[in-house]
């Protein structure tokens, strides 16, 4: 398997068999490069623009338009399984900027959560159904989603073997961006220690024994 950074909160996950892409952007609203990319499914975990634009990501050989996860439930697709786990995007219930999917996919045997603009640290219920996790996606810039304090305390709830920190600023983005910390101001707060990346290959087999963080390079 493989995971290539698209910017913010998108990267194409590659399995043996067939490809996702999650959260596809607005080049124009973030201020980040987005050049269409051909997949198998989509995933969106919210309806705004920096995160739901399926026109931006193609049809393969296999399948003419991609399957678009948008909503809870469970997905197969192409030897790919999906859960939809609905969450809120926001600290308060969702009074503030409603709901938030978080995406527990399964590609060769391994488990990659993507965790879209969480809002809030895990209730028992919610880390009960996203159940093991080997790669969490997860944002860490703050302001509209959990930042530092928040991140450190869903990952303890997790407990992944790879952490991939997302939505955070990086150079170039738009002005709607700018309370965004970036990822080295998140690994000072927090504490962790990173490798950096263009790209993970990994199979069931290499996960590390301890947790790593990993930061791609879009």
Not at 90 to 113: A, F, P, T, W, Y
Not at 120 to 142: C, F, R, T, Y
Not at 173 to 189: N, P, Q, R, S, Y
């Amino acid at each position: 398997m493989e995971i290539k950074y698209l910017g913010h909160s998108s990267f194409r996950i590659k399995g043996k068999d067939a490809s996702l892409v999650t959260d596809p952007f607005d080049p124009k609203m973030v201020g980040l490069d987005y050049s269409k990319v051909g997949a198998e499914i989509v995933t969106v975990s919210h309806g705004h623009s920096d995160h739901n634009q399926v026109k931006r990501v193609e049809g393969t050989s296999t399948r003419s338009e991609p399957f678009v996860v948008d909503r809870p439930g469970e997905y197969e697709v192409g030897g790919i399984g999906i859960i939809g786990v609905k969450t809120k995007h926001d600290s308060k219930e969702g009074k503030e900027r409603g709901d938030n999917l978080i995406m527990v996919i399964q590609v060769d045997g391994i488990v990659v959560v993507h965790l879209g603009e969480l809002g809030h640290v895990l209730s028992d219920k919610q880390v009960e159904k996203i159940g093991a996790v080997d790669i969490l996606m997860i944002p860490v810039g703050g302001e509209v989603t959990i930042g530092p304090s928040e991140a450190v305390k869903v990952i303890e709830q997790l407990s992944p073997s790879v952490v991939i920190p997302m939505h955070y600023r990086m150079p170039g983005m738009g002005a709607d961006f700018e309370g965004l910390i970036t990822v080295e101001e998140f690994l000072d707060k927090s504490g962790f220690e990173a490798r950096r990346e263009q790209k993970l290959s990994l199979g069931k087999g290499s996960l590390p024994e301890e947790m790593e963080v990993v930061v791609l390079s879009q």
